[in-house]
C-alpha cells in the first residue's frame, strides 16, 4: 500500500494526536475520517483481489499438471496478495517439487522449524474496525446501521425423490446414427472411371 503526500501528512498528524490528545481542527478530523475510509476501502479491494486469486487457484490447481507453470505464477501472486497456502496448495507443491520453482515456492509456504528457545510473544491491542470519534473532533456523519439479531429460518426438509424406474442413457450413436452416404445417381459424373 502506498501513501501519497498528503495522505501522509494526515497519518502523521494522527498518530501524534493518538499519542499525545489534544483538540484539533474540523477540518483536521475530516482528513482523519476521509483518509480512514480510504483505508477501509483499500482493505476491501484488497480482500476481493484475493478471494478471485484464491478461485482463480482453485481452478489452475484442479487442472494440475497441465497447468504448472500458471499455477506456480498464480500461486506466487496470490502470495504476494497476502494469501496463506492451505493444505491443497502443499499438496499440489509437494507433488511438483520435481519443479524448481515449485520447491521454491513449497520452502516458502512452510512454515519455519520450530526453534529450541521459543521468541517472546507480544501482545498488541486489538484493531479498531472503523475511527468513529478523534479527541475534540466530530463524528462521522454516517452512523452504521444496526439491526436487530434475527433467528436464521430453519431449513425445509429436503423431499424425497420419486421413485420413478431410471432408463439407460442412450449413447451419441443411438441417438445420432451415423449418415451413410447416398448412392451416387445412375447418370452423373462420378461413375466414370479414370482410364
Same mark, same amino acid.
Given at each position: 500500500?502506498?501513501?501519497?503526500?498528503?495522505?501522509?501528512?494526515?497519518?502523521?498528524?494522527?498518530?501524534?494526536?493518538?499519542?499525545?490528545?489534544?483538540?484539533?481542527?474540523?477540518?483536521?478530523?475530516?482528513?482523519?475520517?476521509?483518509?480512514?475510509?480510504?483505508?477501509?476501502?483499500?482493505?476491501?479491494?484488497?480482500?476481493?483481489?484475493?478471494?478471485?486469486?484464491?478461485?482463480?487457484?482453485?481452478?489452475?490447481?484442479?487442472?494440475?499438471?497441465g497447468t504448472v507453470t500458471g499455477y506456480l505464477a498464480?500461486?506466487?501472486? +496470490?502470495?504476494?496478495?497476502?494469501?496463506?497456502?492451505?493444505?491443497?496448495?502443499?499438496?499440489?507443491?509437494?507433488?511438483?517439487?520435481?519443479?524448481?520453482?515449485? +520447491?521454491?515456492?513449497?520452502?516458502?509456504?512452510?512454515?519455519?522449524?520450530?526453534?529450541? +528457545?521459543?521468541?517472546?510473544?507480544?501482545?498488541?491491542?486489538?484493531?479498531?474496525?472503523?475511527?468513529?470519534?478523534?479527541?475534540?473532533?466530530?463524528?462521522?456523519?454516517?452512523?452504521?446501521?444496526?439491526?436487530?439479531?434475527?433467528?436464521?429460518?430453519?431449513?425445509?426438509?429436503?423431499?424425497?425423490?420419486?421413485?420413478?424406474?431410471?432408463?439407460?442413457?442412450?449413447?451419441?450413436?443411438?441417438?445420432?446414427?451415423?449418415?451413410?452416404?447416398?448412392?451416387?445417381?445412375?447418370?452423373?459424373?462420378?461413375?466414370?472411371?479414370?482410364?
Amino acid at each position: 500500500m502506498a501513501f501519497g503526500a498528503q495522505e501522509l501528512r494526515v497519518l502523521r498528524r494522527a498518530l501524534a494526536l493518538a499519542l499525545n490528545p489534544s483538540p484539533v481542527s474540523a477540518e483536521e478530523a475530516h482528513d482523519c475520517l476521509r483518509l480512514a475510509e480510504s483505508l477501509d476501502e483499500t482493505m476491501r479491494e484488497s480482500a476481493r483481489l484475493r478471494a478471485f486469486l484464491v478461485a482463480d487457484l482453485a481452478r489452475y490447481r484442479a487442472a494440475l499438471p497441465g497447468t504448472v507453470t500458471g499455477y506456480l505464477a498464480l500461486l506466487d501472486e +496470490a502470495l504476494g496478495a497476502g494469501h496463506r497456502p492451505d493444505a491443497d496448495d502443499l499438496a499440489a507443491l509437494g507433488a511438483l517439487r520435481g519443479n524448481p520453482a515449485a +520447491a521454491t515456492l513449497l520452502a516458502r509456504c512452510r512454515p519455519p522449524a520450530p526453534t529450541a +528457545a521459543p521468541a517472546p510473544t507480544v501482545v498488541l491491542p486489538a484493531a479498531r474496525t472503523r475511527l468513529h470519534a478523534l479527541p475534540g473532533g466530530q463524528q462521522s456523519d454516517k452512523k452504521p446501521a444496526q439491526k436487530p439479531a434475527q433467528k436464521p429460518a430453519p431449513r425445509p426438509a429436503p423431499h424425497p425423490a420419486p421413485a420413478t424406474p431410471k432408463r439407460p442413457v442412450p449413447t451419441p450413436g443411438e441417438v445420432f446414427p451415423p449418415r451413410r452416404p447416398a448412392p451416387p445417381a445412375p447418370g452423373s459424373r462420378h461413375h466414370l472411371a479414370a482410364g
